[in-house]
C-alpha cells in the first residue's frame, strides 16, 4: 500500500512554521512524508522529525523567465515520478500550478492550497491574464483546491478556474499550544509592533509616517519591527531607528518573545494574502490587533478584539491608533483576550490539519 505524501513549497520557513503539526500528523499515521523546496536551515529539523528532503533546485519566487518556469515543470514530473507517492499537498503559486500538472501526468492526486493571490494574479494585467490560463490548465480534474479567504474562491468561481472540488479553511491556522496566551504588559510605554517583510505593499510606508507622527505627539510609545528589510528600506529604517522614531530588530526567529513585551500588533498590509498569519498568531497571544479592511485580514478582527483601517491610509492608521491609546489597560486586555477567544474557536490549526487527514485517508482507503 502506497503511504508516501510529497510536499512542494517555495520556501523550508514556510513548511516549518505553518505546516509543521500536518507534517507530524501524517508521520504518526505512519505515512512517508518527501519534502521538495529549495535548502535551508529549518531542513534539517524537518528530516530529524522523519521527514525525506528533495531539494529543488530551479524555482525562481519572483521570476518571470519561461524557460526557468519549464525547467521548474521539469523538475517535478522528473520529482513526481520517482517518488510516485500517493499524493502530493502543493503551496502557493508556482509549486501549485507546475506541482498539480506534474501530478496529473501521473495520475497522481493532488491537494492544493491558495495562500493568497499574490500581487500578479491580482491586479489586471498579461500577467494576471497568463497565470489564470496557467491555473485553469493545472486544475483541470485536480482533487482538491483549499482556499484561505471567500474572496480568493470567489475570484477562481468567477473566472471559472473551478466549478467544484474546493474547500475554505481557517488559514494556515494557529498552534495555539506554542502560541499561548501571554501576560498582557502593564507598563506605562505602550508599545506596537509590525512583523511582516519590509515591503511597500506590506504596509512599511504607512507604519513608518504612523511612527514618527504618534512619537512626537505620545512620547510614552514605541514603535518596533520585526522581519527581513528590502533593500530600499534599510537606510530609513536605520535613519528611524537612530531618531528614535522606530526600533528594528531584523529577523526575529520566534516572535512571541517580542510580542510579551508589547501591546498591539499593526499589520497596515495591501498584499494579496491569502490569511494574515501575523494577526492569527497575535491574537493567538492576546494580543490587540489594528490591520487593513481587505480579504486576508478582516477575517481575523471582530469589534472586539481590534481596528481595521481603510487600505493604504496613514490617516486611519493614524487616528486608529491615536483611538487605542485612549482606552484604559483594562480595555486593552479585554481586546487581547477576546482575540485569544477567536483564535480558540476558529482558527486553531488542528481545525486545518484535520481536514487534509481526512482527505489523504480517503486516498489512501482508495488507493487500498
Request: overall charge neutral; proline content about 3%; glycine content about 6%.
Amino acid at each position: 500500500m502506497n503511504r508516501r505524501i510529497l510536499i512542494l513549497a517555495n520556501h523550508d520557513l514556510v513548511i516549518y512554521n505553518f505546516r509543521k503539526e500536518l507534517i507530524q500528523k501524517l508521520i504518526s499515521e505512519k505515512y512517508e512524508v518527501y519534502i521538495s523546496s529549495p535548502n535551508g536551515k529549518r531542513i534539517d529539523e524537518l528530516v530529524s522529525m522523519g521527514c525525506q528532503f528533495c531539494e529543488l533546485e530551479n524555482i525562481d519566487r519572483h521570476g518571470k523567465n519561461p524557460i526557468k518556469e519549464i525547467k521548474l515543470l521539469m523538475e517535478y514530473k522528473k520529482l513526481v515520478k520517482a517518488v510516485n507517492p500517493l499524493c502530493v499537498l502543493t503551496y502557493t503559486i508556482k509549486p501549485n500550478i507546475f506541482g498539480s500538472i506534474a501530478a496529473r501526468k501521473y495520475g497522481i492526486p493532488c491537494l492544493s492550497n491558495i495562500t493568497g493571490l499574490g500581487s500578479a494574479v491580482e491586479k489586471k494585467s498579461f500577467l494576471q491574464f497568463l497565470t489564470i490560463r496557467m491555473y485553469k490548465y493545472a486544475f483541470k480534474d485536480i482533487d482538491t483546491v483549499f482556499f484561505q479567504n471567500e474572496e480568493n474562491l470567489t475570484f477562481f468561481l468567477d473566472r471559472q478556474i473551478l466549478t467544484d472540488s474546493f474547500e475554505l479553511l481557517p488559514g494556515s491556522g494557529v498552534n495555539i499550544e506554542h502560541f499561548n496566551y501571554l501576560k498582557y504588559p502593564d507598563d506605562d510605554v505602550v508599545r506596537f509592533v509590525f512583523i511582516s517583510r519590509i515591503m511597500k505593499e506590506k504596509g512599511i510606508e504607512l507604519y513608518l509616517q504612523a511612527a514618527k507622527i504618534i512619537k512626537n505627539k505620545y512620547p510614552n510609545t514605541e514603535f518596533h519591527i520585526c522581519g527581513f528589510c528590502e533593500e530600499r528600506y534599510e537606510k530609513i529604517l536605520e535613519d528611524y531607528h537612530k531618531k528614535g522614531y522606530i526600533i528594528y530588530h531584523g529577523m526575529v526567529d520566534d516572535i512571541k518573545n517580542v510580542l510579551k513585551d508589547t501591546h498591539c500588533t499593526i499589520h497596515p498590509t495591501y498584499y494579496p494574502e491569502g490569511l494574515s498569519n501575523v494577526l492569527l498568531e497575535s491574537s493567538a497571544c492576546g494580543r490587540p490587533i489594528i490591520t487593513t479592511d481587505r480579504s486576508g485580514c478582516r477575517e481575523v478582527v471582530t469589534n472586539k478584539n481590534g481596528f481595521l483601517i481603510k487600505e493604504n491610509s496613514s490617516e486611519d492608521l493614524i487616528e486608529k491608533i491615536i483611538l487605542f491609546l485612549s482606552l484604559n489597560f483594562k480595555e486593552k486586555r479585554k481586546m487581547g483576550e477576546n482575540g485569544r477567544e477567536l483564535i480558540e474557536r476558529e482558527f486553531n490549526r488542528e481545525i486545518v490539519v484535520n481536514e487534509y487527514i481526512k482527505k489523504i485517508n480517503i486516498l489512501s482507503d482508495r488507493d487500498e
